[in-house]
Nanobody, 115 residues
Framework: QVQLVESGGGLVQPGGSLRLSCAAS????????MGWYRQAPGKQRELVAR???????NYADSVKGRFTISRDNAKNTVFLQMNSLKPEDTAVYYC?????????WGQGTRVTVSS
């Protein structure tokens, strides 16, 4: 059974930081591209950051320079370090594992940026 379990969300003030984690099980983790997506109320889900199985990364323009995605293949975990958070970063953040035509999603973790 495949599971992607996100953690690390919460309430943070503008300018603060959070680190999201996504622990994967049931897949050969090091063969999957991993991503973080987010969905704000009333908006479509969007890509935040992605890291390939080879370690290449790409980011949404809105988070470049503030967010960093990384992975630990030994721990089957992908991380999203979020710095300089803004109210517009408020959303539910979802972990994604993708390989060819196979895609898995986590249940999401909520991030609220508010004073």
């Amino acid at each position: 059974q495949v599971q992607l379990v996100e953690s690390g969300g919460g309430l943070v003030q503008p300018g603060g930081s959070l680190r999201l984690s996504c622990a994967a099980s049931g897949i050969r983790f090091n063969s999957y591209n991993m991503g973080w997506y987010r969905q704000a109320p009333g908006k479509q889900r969007e890509l935040v950051a992605r890291i390939t199985n080879g370690g290449g990364t790409n980011y949404a323009d809105s988070v470049k320079g503030r967010f960093t995605i990384s992975r630990d293949n030994a721990k089957n975990t992908v991380f999203l370090q979020m710095n300089s958070l803004k109210p517009e970063d408020t959303a539910v953040y979802y972990c994604n594992a993708a390989r060819v035509t196979t895609i898995y999603w986590g249940q999401g973790t909520r991030v609220t940026v508010s004073s």
